[in-house]
């Protein structure tokens, strides 16, 4: 009773000192107990932020690749399927392109000369001189559209035989040539870049 009667009267009871308080030790425990939890806590989201953040940028760069990986497969797959429609258009064109050269020819007109029209005219032609300029318009029309595609006309005279672009029709000797040339061509090959259409058909010397 005398301790409750000296806090009443406004003095600290025997043996405690004033301000002090009996629970303060274990509250300064507490304090400090949850500090660290809440710090723990806030590592341990931290560490799992940088795990998701780690998570979503391998698979931000895995659809990247991906996509790159569409991208250029599809370009390629685009590229050679417009390779396949050219050379199969080509096929189609190259033999009445042939058809008109082999016309042409035979009224004298060369039409790999770089004016056609500028030689002498045979005997035959110079009645067809007229119908021959429409023949060669239609030839140098088809040959410039084959062209623009990127088709190219193989006319290997003089050059040496090449099985990969050539086809050999025959051989025969040949005077002031060496062994392997071609000395005729029968008719012109067709090409689009590195992808043949159709060998060059020729006679090689022996």
Do not use: C
């Not at 991208?71 to 590229?79: D, T």
């Not at 062209?147 to 040949?174: C, I, T, Y």
Request: glycine share 8%; aromatic share 4%.
């Amino acid at each position: 009773m005398r301790a409750d009667d000296e806090r009443l009267q406004g003095r600290p009871p025997a043996g405690e000192q004033p301000g002090q308080d009996a629970a303060s030790p274990i509250a300064g425990v507490n304090d400090s107990s949850g500090e660290r939890a809440v710090e723990e806590d806030l590592d341990a989201l931290l560490a799992d932020a940088h795990r998701e953040r780690d998570e979503y940028l391998d698979l931000a760069k895995r659809t990247k690749a991906d996509f790159e990986n569409f991208r250029k497969r599809m370009a390629g797959e685009v590229s050679a399927a417009s390779l396949r429609g050219k050379s199969e258009l080509a096929k189609e064109l190259i033999d009445p392109v042939d058809n008109l050269e082999r016309a042409l020819q035979s009224v004298g007109v060369d039409a790999d000369r770089e004016d056609p029209l500028s030689g002498e005219p045979s005997d035959a032609s110079r009645e067809m001189d007229a119908f021959a300029q429409g023949v060669l318009f239609v030839f140098l029309g088809l040959r410039e559209t084959l062209a623009r595609h990127g088709v190219e006309a193989v006319n290997p005279l003089g050059e040496k035989f090449d099985p990969q672009w050539h086809e050999a029709l025959s051989m025969k000797p040949s005077e002031g040539s060496e062994a392997g040339i071609v000395v005729e061509v029968m008719q012109k090959g067709y090409r689009i870049g590195d992808q043949l259409i159709r060998p060059a058909r020729v006679v090689v010397s022996n």
